[in-house]
Protein backbone atom coordinates (compact mmCIF):
# COMPACT_ATOMS: atom_id res chain seq x y z
CA UNK A 1 0.00 0.00 0.00
CA UNK A 2 1.54 3.54 -0.97
CA UNK A 3 1.40 5.90 2.01
CA UNK A 4 2.96 9.37 1.55
CA UNK A 5 2.76 11.12 5.09
CA UNK A 6 3.69 14.61 5.44
CA UNK A 7 5.23 16.11 8.92
CA UNK A 8 6.88 19.36 10.24
CA UNK A 9 3.94 22.04 9.66
CA UNK A 10 3.43 24.39 12.84
CA UNK A 11 2.46 28.27 12.96
CA UNK A 12 5.60 30.73 12.72
CA UNK A 13 6.79 34.24 11.92
CA UNK A 14 6.57 36.16 9.31
CA UNK A 15 10.72 35.86 8.31
CA UNK A 16 11.08 32.26 9.98
CA UNK A 17 11.63 28.89 8.71
CA UNK A 18 10.08 25.50 8.82
CA UNK A 19 11.34 22.20 6.93
CA UNK A 20 8.41 19.53 5.71
CA UNK A 21 8.99 15.64 5.34
CA UNK A 22 7.38 13.53 2.99
CA UNK A 23 7.94 9.90 4.61
CA UNK A 24 7.28 7.74 1.43
CA UNK A 25 6.38 3.66 1.89
CA UNK A 26 4.73 0.95 -0.38
CA UNK A 27 6.41 2.43 -3.62
CA UNK A 28 10.01 1.91 -5.09
CA UNK A 29 11.20 5.24 -4.58
CA UNK A 30 13.73 6.01 -6.68
CA UNK A 31 11.24 5.71 -9.38
CA UNK A 32 9.30 8.36 -9.03
CA UNK A 33 8.71 12.22 -8.62
CA UNK A 34 7.82 13.69 -5.68
CA UNK A 35 5.41 17.26 -5.54
CA UNK A 36 4.78 19.74 -2.73
CA UNK A 37 1.68 21.44 -3.16
CA UNK A 38 -0.91 23.98 -0.95
CA UNK A 39 -3.98 25.20 -0.53
CA UNK A 40 -5.35 28.18 1.05
CA UNK A 41 -8.76 28.13 2.29
CA UNK A 42 -11.16 29.36 -0.96
CA UNK A 43 -8.51 28.80 -3.04
CA UNK A 44 -6.84 25.98 -5.43
CA UNK A 45 -4.21 23.75 -4.67
CA UNK A 46 -1.19 24.93 -5.93
CA UNK A 47 2.27 23.18 -7.38
CA UNK A 48 5.09 24.81 -4.93
CA UNK A 49 7.86 22.04 -6.08
CA UNK A 50 8.66 18.59 -7.09
CA UNK A 51 11.94 16.23 -7.14
CA UNK A 52 12.40 13.74 -9.30
CA UNK A 53 14.22 10.62 -7.67
CA UNK A 54 15.64 9.53 -10.26
CA UNK A 55 17.81 12.00 -11.92
CA UNK A 56 17.59 14.39 -8.88
CA UNK A 57 15.72 17.66 -11.01
CA UNK A 58 13.89 20.12 -9.34
CA UNK A 59 10.74 22.26 -10.11
CA UNK A 60 9.70 25.65 -8.06
CA UNK A 61 6.92 27.79 -8.52
CA UNK A 62 7.95 31.44 -9.21
CA UNK A 63 6.22 32.26 -6.07
CA UNK A 64 8.44 30.39 -3.81
CA UNK A 65 12.00 30.54 -5.56
CA UNK A 66 14.79 31.56 -3.59
CA UNK A 67 12.74 30.77 -0.49
CA UNK A 68 11.96 27.09 -0.80
CA UNK A 69 14.36 24.49 -1.12
CA UNK A 70 13.14 20.53 -2.12
CA UNK A 71 15.38 17.68 -1.19
CA UNK A 72 15.33 14.29 -0.78
CA UNK A 73 16.99 11.35 0.96
CA UNK A 74 16.75 7.99 -1.35
CA UNK A 75 17.96 5.77 1.96
CA UNK A 76 15.27 7.13 3.88
CA UNK A 77 12.39 7.62 1.67
CA UNK A 78 11.51 10.82 2.66
CA UNK A 79 11.44 14.23 0.30
CA UNK A 80 12.36 17.91 2.37
CA UNK A 81 10.93 20.98 1.99
CA UNK A 82 12.87 23.51 3.47
CA UNK A 83 10.88 26.91 3.84
CA UNK A 84 12.77 29.91 4.78
CA UNK A 85 11.55 33.81 4.45
CA UNK A 86 8.32 32.72 5.37
CA UNK A 87 5.50 35.10 4.14
CA UNK A 88 1.50 35.08 5.51
CA UNK A 89 0.53 34.18 2.54
CA UNK A 90 2.42 31.11 2.81
CA UNK A 91 -0.32 29.78 4.92
CA UNK A 92 -1.90 26.77 4.04
CA UNK A 93 -2.62 23.11 4.26
CA UNK A 94 0.85 21.60 2.22
CA UNK A 95 0.95 17.94 0.51
CA UNK A 96 3.23 15.92 -0.60
CA UNK A 97 2.31 13.81 -3.72
CA UNK A 98 4.04 11.07 -5.94
CA UNK A 99 3.79 10.61 -9.61
CA UNK A 100 4.75 7.02 -11.32
CA UNK A 101 5.70 9.11 -14.49
CA UNK A 102 7.93 11.92 -14.41
CA UNK A 103 5.32 15.49 -14.65
CA UNK A 104 5.12 17.40 -17.45
CA UNK A 105 3.89 19.94 -16.07
CA UNK A 106 5.31 19.35 -12.19
CA UNK A 107 2.92 22.09 -10.82
CA UNK A 108 -0.20 20.33 -11.92
CA UNK A 109 -1.88 18.14 -9.34
CA UNK A 110 -3.48 15.61 -11.65
CA UNK A 111 -0.02 14.73 -12.81
CA UNK A 112 0.67 12.82 -9.27
CA UNK A 113 -1.02 9.78 -8.69
CA UNK A 114 -0.62 9.20 -4.52
CA UNK A 115 -1.39 11.74 -2.40
CA UNK A 116 -0.58 12.73 1.71
CA UNK A 117 -3.23 13.86 4.09
CA UNK A 118 -1.26 17.35 4.25
CA UNK A 119 0.21 19.17 7.48
CA UNK A 120 -0.78 22.70 8.35
CA UNK A 121 1.52 25.71 7.87
CA UNK A 122 0.61 29.23 9.74
CA UNK A 123 3.18 32.27 8.97
CA UNK A 124 1.33 35.62 11.41
CA UNK A 125 2.33 38.93 10.55
Known amino acids: EVQLVESGGGLVQAGGSLRLSCAASGFTFDDYAIGWFRQAPGKEREGVSC????????YYADSVKDRFTISSDNAKNTVYLQMNSLKPEDTAVYYC??????????????????WGQGTQVTVSS
Open 97 to 114: AAAIVAPIHPGYPNEYDY
Open 51 to 58: ISNGDGST
